[in-house]
């Protein structure tokens, strides 16, 4: 089976007419005709193949023909041959032939005719060059041509004891049909003979002309040939300019090549065969090309299965009739609740494929991981997948020739099938209780080509469950359901675009911004993604107060009344009127940058974030307090004062009677008024920041990162005086419970340091503490971060603003000013993970290995704790081989750089800008 079948990879099924072709490449021919030149210039459909023989050796050599020798696919077709060749219980062949019944009938035909048909004799006969043609005689009656240059060298070698007499070739192939049961008869035409060989029911005719073997279901296929030969070509397929056309605007060198004959189909306007004895006319598909004919290579660079991709003569505009390729977002309805828009999806498969990241996780733990996983869930795979026996099925988790040439499929199917664009849009409309969804999908040349088939199949065998409305001069089709009042589903295309949608008036508004009433008019997502490059592979938008209004509307029949407050609390809390995201990747994938722009919603007071930012932009002074080596920095620059202000200010009813209480109460214990001391002594600057931390603080506790807040100080008097109050609480509280913790009031120079220690009976690992830097206040859950901090001062230590996480970052092109700003630097956020990995190792502990142990029936507390305490040491014993797995899931994830962003108002918008960097 597996000699045979390098031949059955370049035996090609495709197109209008299908064909099997096989050529090889011999130097020693007697005819200097192509073989389209024997060939009816109203040929409907033409497929050829050329120098099979040299593509066949170059892929025997290829590293995908090893991975296909050692694939599982050819043990499941060992295994249907044997199957076949078994037989059933009686003993008899098996029924329905298969690949053992075809090779039986072939060995019977080679002895009956005295010479071996292998793949040697296959490649001698179907020679240098091979052609199929569809053709239709005055009958409008369908027929099949094919041609092949033989070598003939080969062969009377073989079967005339080397006399190259080519007559004297089609006589004996002539008799060696005749031993094989065949009914042949000859004729003379021109200086050429025609054989006609029968079996049965079964008549085909042939000639040999020289080199070039000529096989035809008609006879005037095989005269129509020999008057072209005589003709030399003139008057052929091989003359006429639409198929010469064509075929020069395809890449040379490709060993397979089909030509669509359109105009000729056009005016015969042939049905395909149907389902069911019913016809399916192809002219819709016709019709809608505007080429006269078009041709297609199929190519395979440097004879590697992996990289089979074809191309067409013509695309767009010049194949399709209808050459609109509208902009996505131009196209839908003027207002969408919700849009979501992805471009050039295909170029991102290119691009992984060729990133460092995708190197670096083929080789990750995680990999391997998901391999074991994938090895291990194999049955069920198999059961699922491949109806074949467990021991015939192929192994898919390891199986390296399926998995590569199915994505080498997958990603034809993103950048041929589909144009790489697609949009999504729901619609809300009054008086509907569910919003509409509309999808739109640009095709490319090969979805055109399939989308047009459908049609037609759907136009010929669904009359009954598809309706047709027009519009516009276009074809709406719905499908309607079982027990539905109509169609739950409609779809058109118009140009490039697909349109699918649950509603046919958002469909009818589509089509209309395209090339109708409404076409050219702005729409709100043009607004929401103003400034926006235009540039991104991904864009969302949302309008706010419709998804607000539509949460709110299902909200207000809910019984609960919390969910009902919820519900006007978020319509309340939402201050924005639309919000776009976008999404930019790198052509290299080395960097993802998402930007966002949340335009304010004024309306009724909502507006309340807006004069938050209203305070100068610029580089957060907080970054030159703050040390270098943090794994997070945040700083903000905002009116906080004047958002807590605004937000007391406004009547939210019962929503803030929670909040307000809480705040009295904060006030009468502290006898503070926030309203008129605290919150005027705030400055506008905020900041906060994680510390990498590799050291316990207690002896077997695990170490928690460094974590500090500044908060810019206007007035230092009443924060102290706040500060002082709190601890003169706490050391009360301590001289009531010796257990409690203390608070320590220290001075350092004129600045107090107040820290939260714990007492002997009751230590705690770190030590809160409070203090001023410069103009900010720091709370800090370490001493060791104020410390640091203190070293940035003193110039000992680098502080963020110039380490280099801080400079690479604006290196990746981020704005210098804006209000907020974000840095997490990747490394050394996993290297914190890494720290925890023995706390962590028990997530990889199998439950069923260490099981968790039932309670007593007896109710038995101590012994509950004493199996409860086994079932923790057992764990810990588990957890301790796991280390290191957990040490590879957290390299797996080293493909990052860092995280960044900046967040700032710019007009009527707050507009934010984020940047994944990966690493080279």
């Keep these: 089976m597996r000699k045979g079948l390098l031949v059955g990879i370049v035996v090609i099924a495709f197109g209008v007419g299908g064909v099997w072709s096989i050529s090889a490449w011999r130097g020693a021919t007697q005819s200097d005709l192509p073989v389209a030149a024997v060939l009816p210039p109203g040929t409907l459909y033409y497929v050829e193949a050329r120098n099979v023989r040299g593509l066949v050796e170059g892929v025997r050599a290829s590293g995908a023909w090893q991975d296909l020798q050692s694939s599982g696919l050819l043990d499941v077709a060992d295994a249907a041959d044997d199957e076949d060749a078994a037989g059933d219980s009686d003993g008899d062949a098996a029924d329905g032939g298969g690949v053992a019944a075809l ?65 004297a070739l089609q006589a004996e192939l002539n008799a060696r049909a005749e031993r094989a049961e065949l009914v042949v008869k000859t004729e003379p035409y021109l200086e050429y003979e025609v054989s006609t060989l029968t079996k049965g029911e079964a008549t085909v005719y042939t000639t040999l002309l020289e080199d070039l073997l000529v096989i035809s279901d008609d006879r005037a296929g095989v005269t129509t040939a020999i008057d072209l030969r005589v003709a030399r070509g003139e008057a052929s ?39 069911g004895g019913e016809a399916m006319s192809i002219a819709p598909m016709i019709d809608a090309i505007a080429a006269p004919a078009v041709a297609r290579a199929i190519e395979l660079p440097e004879n590697d299965l992996y990289q089979l ?60 991981k998901l391999e074991e996983a994938l090895a291990e869930g194999q049955d069920e795979l198999e059961e699922a997948l491949l109806p074949f026996s467990e021991q015939d099925a192929p192994d898919l988790a390891s199986d390296e020739f399926t998995k590569r040439f199915a994505l080498n499929l997958g990603r034809r199917a993103a950048t041929s099938m589909f144009g790489g664009d697609a949009a999504l849009v729901v619609v809300r409309r009054d008086g509907q209780d569910a919003p509409a969804v509309l999808v739109a999908v640009r095709l490319g040349t ?11 199949a759907v136009d010929a065998y669904e009359k009954e469950t598809v309706a047709s409305f027009e519009h516009g001069g276009r074809t709406i089709r719905g499908a309607s359901q079982a027990g539905a009042p109509g169609p739950v589903a409609y779809w058109v295309t118009a140009g490039d675009l697909l349109l699918f949608g649950t509603d046919i008036d958002t469909v009818q508004d589509a089509l209309d911004r395209i090339d109708g009433p409404t076409a050219g008019q702005p729409s709100s997502i043009a607004a929401a993604a103003e400034g926006l490059p235009d540039d991104y592979r991904l864009l969302m938008t949302v309008s706010v107060p419709q998804y607000v209004a539509l949460a709110t509307s299902f909200a207000a029949d809910d019984p609960d009344p919390d969910i009902r407050a919820m519900s006007e609390l978020m319509g309340l809390s939402m201050p924005y009127d639309t919000v776009a995201l976008a999404v930019y990747v790198a052509d290299d994938l080395s960097q993802i940058e998402v930007r966002a722009r949340a335009v304010f919603d004024d309306r009724d007071g909502k507006g309340l974030l807006k004069p938050a930012y209203d305070v100068a932009r610029g580089a957060p002074r907080s970054l030159d307090v703050l040390p270098d080596g943090a794994i997070l920095t945040y700083a903000a620059r905002m009116d906080l004062a004047g958002i807590l202000a605004g937000y007391r200010a406004k009547d939210l009813g019962e929503l803030m009677k929670p909040v307000n209480e809480a705040i009295a109460e904060f006030e009468q214990n502290l006898e503070v008024q926030l309203d008129e001391s605290l919150i005027p002594a705030l400055g506008d600057e905020f900041a906060m920041t994680v510390l990498f931390e590799k050291d316990a603080a207690m002896e077997g506790a695990p170490p928690i990162p460094g974590l500090a807040f500044l908060v810019g100080i206007d007035d230092r008097a009443p924060i102290t005086d706040l500060l002082d109050k709190l601890a003169d609480m706490g050391r009360r509280a301590a001289e009531e419970d010796a257990a409690a913790p203390q608070i320590v009031t220290e001075m350092r120079g004129d600045t107090p340091v107040y820290t939260l220690r714990g007492s002997e009976g009751n230590p705690i690992p770190f030590t809160p503490t409070a203090t001023y830097i410069g103009d900010f206040l720091v709370l800090a859950l370490d001493m060791k971060a104020v410390d640091d901090m203190g070293a940035v001062g003193d110039g000992v230590r680098r502080s963020q603003s110039a380490s280099d996480l801080h400079t690479r970052v604006r290196a990746a092109g981020l704005p210098p000013d804006g209000n907020e700003f974000y840095e997490l630097d990747w490394d050394l956020l996993l290297d914190q993970v890494a720290v925890y990995a023995p706390q962590l ?21 101590d012994e509950w704790q004493r199996r409860l305490d086994g079932y923790q040491k057992a764990r810990g014993e588990a957890a301790s081989g796991k280390t290191s797995d957990v040490i590879g899931a957290i390299d797996s994830l080293r493909f990052i750089d860092f995280m960044a962003s900046v967040i700032g108002v710019r007009g009527d918008a707050l507009v934010s800008h984020a940047v994944v960097r990966f690493k080279r």
């Excluded at 075929?247 to 490709?254: F, K, Q, S, V, W």
């Excluded at 509208?326 to 991102?348: C, N, S, T």
């Excluded at 090969?446 to 037609?456: P, Q, T, W």
């Design 237 to 275: 397929l091989d003359a006429l300019p639409a198929f010469a056309d064509e075929m020069t605007r395809l890449p040379g060198g490709a060993p397979l090549r089909d030509w669509i004959n359109v105009a000729e189909l056009k005016r015969r306007k042939p049905d395909m065969p149907g389902v």
């Design 103 to 167: 090779a039986a009938e072939v060995a019977d035909l080679s002895e009956k005719i005295g010479y071996s048909l292998d793949e040697a004799a296959a490649m001698k006969f179907l020679g240098a060059e091979a052609a199929l043609a569809v053709w239709m005689n005055d009958a409008d009656a369908r027929h099949v041509t094919m041609v092949t240059r033989i070598d003939a060298q080969a062969l009377a070698k073989d079967l005339l004891g080397g006399e190259l007499d080519w007559r």
């Design 446 to 456: 090969d979805g055109r080509m399939a989308e047009l088939f459908v049609r037609s």
């Design 841 to 861: 190792a028990e997530a990889f502990v199998d439950d069923d290995a260490v099981p968790m142990p039932e309670f007593p029936d007896d109710g038995d507390m």
């Design 309 to 368: 991709s074809w191309t067409w003569s013509r695309q767009g505009d010049e194949l399709f009739v209808d050459a609109a390729s509208p902009r996505l977002r131009d196209v839908f309805p003027g207002d969408p609740m919700v849009y979501v828009e992805a471009r050039r999806l295909g170029q991102l498969i290119e691009a992984w494929n060729a990133s460092p990241i995708k190197a670096h996780l083929e080789g990750s733990w995680a990999a391997k």
